[in-house]
C-alpha cells in the first residue's frame, strides 16, 4: 500500500519521522536487507506517527530470529540488551532511539498457564494478524518505505475504535491481557471498542485470571495514568472484567430506592477521579489518582439504613484504607505506593470532621503532622471530593478549605510545621530522666510530641518542666534541677 493513501496531515507526519530517523532507519534497512532479511516499522509506534506523536522509542519486527538479530546490531549500536530475548525482542540504542526489535511471532496462553507460549513466524501479514488491535497492526517497511495495512486500521484510526484483526474470542483467548488494554487504550486514546469485541470481552472476562497480577497492575496503571480513564474504567466494569481485577470498583453501584436516597458511589467516584485530575499540576500524579478512585471502596461494607431514610457509612474511611491496602498488595504495587494509597484514602474525610472552619492551632499541627508528604494531595482529594450539585454548600466547602491552607501556610511560616519534633530530643531525655534506652524514652518522646502538637514552641525550659512532671506523674525516676 502507497503512503498516498494516507490523509495528508498524515504524510507529513510520516515523512517527518523519517526525517528524524533518516540515518537510524536507512542504515537498519540496508544491514538487515544485505543479510537477506526484512524489518519494519510497527505497532503503537506507526499509530502514534498517525496521530501526529513522535516518540524517541520505536518498535520494529523483522523475520530474522533474535541470536541474528543481536549479530546484525551489537557492532551498530551504542548499546544492546536481551532482556527480552527470550520473547523473541532485542533491545538497542543508537544516539537518541530506543529500539525493540521483535522476531515475527505469534503469542498465546496455555488454558492454565500464566505465560505466553512464544512461536516465531516468517511473514509480516502474519505477524500483524497476531497483534492486538488493527490500530496497531499497520506497519513501515524500512527499505521500501511501504506502507502495510492488511486489517484496516488505518480507518479505525479515523473512527476512533478498536477492533481485533481477527476474530475477538481467538485473540483474547490467545493473550487474555488483550482485553485490559482495550481499556488502557480507551483511556490513553479516547477510543471506544468494536460490539463484537466488547461482546467477547463480556463473555470472556473470567479468562482474565490466567494472567499474573504484575502484568495486570502494570495494565491498570496505565489506565488510571491516560487523558480518559473514565472511558477505561466504565469499559472495565461494563464489561466484567472489573468484577475480576478490581472487584472494589462495581461494588461502588450500590442500590438506590426511593425509600433510601444517597449519591450514586460509582458516579461520585468518576467524578472525583475526574475533579483531582483537573488539579494536577504537573502531569499525571498516579498516587492522586489512584487514592480518588478507591477514596469510597469502604461504603458497601459500611452502609447502614438509618432512622428517616438516611444512609449512613461510618468509618467508611478506615474500612477503605484497608480494602485499598489489601487489593493493591495483591496486584503488587510497590509498598510505598500502597502506603501513600492507603493514608490517603484514610485521611480523605479528616477536614470534614472539624465542622465549618472551627481549627484550632493544635488541630493544624495535627492534620499536617498526619498528613506528612502527602499534604498537597490531600489537598487536591479534599477539594476533589466535593462533587455536591448545590453552588452554595460547594463554595462554602471551598471557602473553609481556603481557609484551613492559609492556616497552615501560616503556621508552616511560624513553626517549620513540616519538621514537627519534640523540643527535647531522645538523648536529652534520657539524661534527664537518668534513664536508658528503652520504652520509656519512647512514651516521653510521644507525650512532648503531643504537647507541641497542642502548644505549638513553648521553648526548652518550659519543655524540661513539663518532662520533669510527667515522669513524676508515671513513677519515673528523675531528679529535678536545683
Known sequence: MSLSNLTQTQRDGMAELFRKIAPVADELGELFAAKGYQIALVGGSVR??????IGNDLDLTTDARPEAVLELVRD???SVWTIGIDFGTVGARKGGWMLEITTYRSESYDPASR?????????????LARRDFAVNAMALRLASREF????????????????TPGPP???????????????????????TVDPAALAAMTAMADRIDIVSAERIRDELDKLIGGDHPRQGLRLLVDSGLAGHVLPELPKLRLEIDEHHRHKDVYEHTLIVLEQAIDLEENGPDRILRWAALLHDVGKPKTRRHEPGGRVSFHHHEVVGAQLTRKRLTELRFPKDVVADVSRLVELHLRFH?????????????????????????????????CTTRNRRKAQLLS?????????????????????IRPELDGNE???????????????AYKFLLEMRLDRGVVGKEAATRALLDWAEENGVAAERPA
Not at 505465560?115 to 505477524?127: F, I, R
Not at 502495510?148 to 477492533?163: N, S, T, Y
Not at 473553609?400 to 519538621?419: C, N
Not at 539524661?431 to 519512647?442: F, Q, R
Open 353 to 385: 470532621g472539624y465542622g465549618t472552619g472551627e481549627w484550632t492551632d493544635s488541630a493544624v499541627r495535627r492534620y499536617v503532622r498526619d498528613a506528612g508528604h502527602l499534604l498537597e494531595q490531600l489537598h487536591k482529594l479534599t477539594r476533589a471530593d
Open 399 to 419: 471557602q473553609t478549605y481556603d481557609q484551613l491552607e492559609e492556616r497552615i501556610a501560616r503556621l508552616a511560616e511560624e513553626e517549620e510545621l513540616g519538621k
Open 48 to 53: 502514534d506517527v498517525l496521530l501526529g506523536r
Open 169 to 191: 474470542e481467538r485473540s483474547f483467548d490467545d493473550d487474555p491481557l488483550r482485553m485490559l488494554r482495550a481499556a488502557r487504550f480507551a483511556s490513553q486514546l479516547g477510543f
Open 148 to 163: 502495510v495495512d492488511p486489517h484496516g486500521g488505518l480507518d479505525d484510526l479515523h473512527a476512533k475504535v478498536l477492533r
Open 115 to 127: 505465560k505466553p507460549e512464544v512461536a516465531y513466524g516468517d511473514t509480516l501479514e502474519g505477524d
Open 76 to 78: 551498530w549500536a551504542d
Open 429 to 443: 531525655i534520657q539524661e534527664l530522666l537518668g534513664i536508658p534506652p528503652g520504652p520509656i524514652v519512647g512514651r
